[in-house]
């Protein structure tokens, strides 16, 4: 771990998060002079002393470490949008459930202008991901009585038991979730690809430094500025890339110049790149968790396991349809028994719409790095109401399991939304009323051809009009998958180191 800060290197990747470790791991071995910068801290390889507990635990989710984002006022209650701000990025904060999607998902990317993105050309890049990771799968027999309550009582509702979520070509069904836990440990990005290449001379990685934006000079990439222990700093490199995240990514791109010219000169930014698609297009899945009360049978047998130490929250997943005809499957149900919350968030199951509609955007509203953005994901705004509708046929569906003889005695009473939202429309209301997240944001650096006003970045990661300036991560998905979004991270970090380092290769 170096305790300086190199003023050069020949690839300076931003963020060491979830696809931003892929990428510099890629480089590294390939022999390519590699410097990480993360605005968190480093916590050393795994075994380290300084890896705090809850980002290891993986029983439940992370938190420590966050950016401290929310939705201001840009949502009628306050919603934490989390953000991992340390060395694995938000692998270290999450579920640790690894899912890909539906073939047509990455079709679709290869389709709007992506040549080397289809389905098929990605397969082999989730495999590698998968192994990496060392993703496993859970077996039925594992899954704690809340879980294995909700996996068995999703057939009431036709929903056939799978081996897997995974089947890029399957539709609707519930199954125990493939997970990247070892040893009940989330093993994170960090773990397991930048510890098997700490040791490379080529690779150097910074904690504690704050990316402010990307120097360019003539249309070419010429380093960053940083700030590090209070100061700053610039590293000089012919290539950059960024590796910030859906909520960082297009932050640095505004602070170096690279977006909407009205909102940048707004704020006193010199214009490098008019690409007003920088930081619009943000979408993530809205999602609503509802609540029962639970029974005594249940919490009985929840704390009977809890005693021999090993309950996650989260294990099983259903993929699920809503009637909008997805062509496969358009909703996840997600049972969860998070014991660390209140006692109304207790026993829980969350439906998240897979397809959204609705756009929002993430703005700068200062050049300091250290100001929060504007984040407005206008969540449930699309003009048809599709996005809301999905999920109060989630809902409904998701009732209709709790409400199934032998599950009725278990799961107890509707706490949340509660009986008094029984119809649709004031289903609707409730649900309108408290939008959510699924931690999954993503699209603010669309991928796209330059002829695509919108796109900001081409095919193989390069921002459109800056020479050695790329972006690498979950904001160049131009719609997001049926699918969380770690796999899909850790694929976006294969696929764009492969093009780094195969430049002249036939999809370019
Ligand atoms: C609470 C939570 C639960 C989740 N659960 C699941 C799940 O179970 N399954 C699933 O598939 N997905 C889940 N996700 C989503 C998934 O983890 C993320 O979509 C994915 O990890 C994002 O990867 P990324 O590389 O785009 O960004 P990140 O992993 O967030 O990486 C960005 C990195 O860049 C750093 N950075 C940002 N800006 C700068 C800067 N200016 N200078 C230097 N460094 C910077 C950040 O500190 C961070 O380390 C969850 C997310 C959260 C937050």
Redesign the pocket.
């Known amino acids: 771990m170096p305790d300086h800060l190199p003023r050069a290197a020949g690839t300076v990747v ?7 470790n892929v990428i510099a791991a890629r480089l590294a071995l390939a022999g390519v002079d590699t410097l990480v ?4 801290p480093d916590f050393g390889p795994f075994g380290s002393a300084g890896w705090p507990a809850d980002i290891l635990d993986a029983t439940r ?2 938190h420590s470490h966050d ?1 401290g984002y929310d939705s201001g006022d840009t949502l009628p209650t306050r919603v934490a949008f ?10 270290d ?7 890909w999607g539906h073939r047509r998902d990455y079709d679709d990317w290869a389709a709007a202008g992506n040549p080397g993105w289809s389905a098929d050309e990605l397969r082999p890049l989730f495999d590698e991901g998968t192994r990496m990771m060392r993703v496993k799968r859970y077996r039925a027999e594992e899954l704690t009585p809340w879980q294995r309550a909700w996996y068995d009582g999703g057939t009431v509702i036709g929903l056939p038991q799978l081996e897997t979520l995974n089947d890029l070509d399957e539709t609707v069904g519930f199954a125990p979730e493939d997970n990247n836990i070892v040893d009940g440990i989330r093993w994170n990005t960090a773990f397991a690809y930048l510890d098997p290449v700490r040791h490379l001379a080529n690779l150097r990685i910074v904690g504690a ?4 934006r990307v120097l360019v000079t003539a249309g070419r990439t010429t380093g960053v500025e940083v700030l590090w222990h209070g100061e700053r700093h610039v590293v000089h490199a012919d290539r950059v890339v960024v ?4 909520y ?1 990514s297009p ?2 791109l505004q602070r170096s110049g690279i977006g909407d010219p009205r909102l940048l000169r707004e704020l006193g930014v010199d214009v490098v790149a008019d690409l007003p698609g920088v930081g619009e297009n943000l979408h993530d899945q809205p999602f609503l968790l509802m609540s029962w009360t639970g029974s005594d049978a249940m919490s009985t047998a929840m704390q009977q396991l809890r005693a021999t130490g090993w309950a996650p929250d ?1 294990q099983a997943m259903a993929k699920a349809a809503s009637s909008f005809d997805p062509d496969g499957f358009d909703m996840h149900f997600l049972p969860y028994s998070p014991t660390h919350r209140g006692e109304e968030k207790r026993w829980s199951c969350g439906v998240g719409a897979l397809l959204p509609r609705s756009r929002g955007h993430v703005r700068i509203r200062s050049r300091d ?1 250290e100001t929060n953005p504007l984040i407005d994901h206008r969540f449930l705004t699309d003009p048809e109401g599709h996005d809301t509708q999905v999920l109060a046929e989630g809902v409904e569906q998701l009732r209709a399991i709790a409400a199934a003889p032998g599950m009725r005695e278990l799961v107890g009473r509707e706490l949340r939304p509660g009986p008094e939202y029984a119809d649709r429309a004031s289903l609707v209301a409730h649900i309108r009323a408290n939008p959510d997240n699924y ?2 944001p993503v699209g603010t650096c669309k991928m796209g051809p330059a002829a695509d006003p919108r796109a900001v970045v081409g095919h193989d990661g390069q921002v459109h009009g800056v020479a050695g300036c790329y972006v690498a ?3 160049i998905m131009p719609t997001i998958p049926r ?5 899909p ?1 850790v694929v976006i970090g294969e696929r764009i180191a492969r093009f780094l380092l195969q430049p002249d290769e036939e999809t370019r």
């Open positions: 931003v963020g060491g998060g979830t696809s931003g910068l993360e605005a968190g989710l992370g950016w989390e953000r991992a701000r340390a060395i694995g990025g938000c692998s904060f999450n579920g640790t459930t690894q899912t430094a704050h990316v402010d590796c910030g995240g859906a960082n932050q640095v989260e790095p931690w999954h991560d979950c904001s699918a969380t979004t770690a796999m991270a």
